[in-house]
């Protein structure tokens, strides 16, 4: 199993940036998708979270803001990031785990991470 992110960057605040996690390896038509982050200095944090029904769930700090998405049929989800802030500068994680999301760290399976900088 193997989750790949994509997209990450460098944008100035206020701008806007797409996530992208490719999944393979198994069917993750049964799984929540999910975006976590670690800022600098920091521990890593839920973002958003998708479940295997598509109900969606946000951070405090994010709602209103990023959007997940997924493609069940590509096996991909996807995390909009508008209106970005210098504090959502941080590796962020695509993560995977059976059926329904949580937003502690008890996930299955997770990506290597895509750096996102976020210039004031």
């Known amino acids: 199993v193997e989750l790949v992110e994509s997209g990450g960057g460098l944008v100035q605040a206020g701008g806007s940036l797409r996530l992208s996690c490719a999944a393979s390896?198994?069917?993750?038509?049964?799984?929540?998708m999910g975006w976590f982050r670690q800022p600098p200095g920091k521990e890593r944090e839920f973002v958003a979270g998708?479940?295997?029904?598509?109900?969606?769930y946000y951070a405090d700090s994010v709602k209103g803001r990023f959007i997940i998405s997924r493609d069940k049929a590509k096996n991909t989800v996807a995390l909009q990031m508008n209106s970005v802030k210098p504090e959502d500068t941080a590796v962020y994680y695509c993560?995977?785990?059976?059926?329904?999301?949580?937003?502690?760290?008890?996930?299955?399976?997770w990506g290597q991470g895509t750096q996102v900088t976020v210039s004031s």
């Open positions: 998708i479940s295997w029904n598509s109900g969606t």
């Open positions: 993560a995977a785990r059976s059926r329904e999301v949580v937003v502690s760290s008890h996930w299955d399976y």
């Open positions: 390896g198994r069917s993750f038509t049964m799984y929540a």
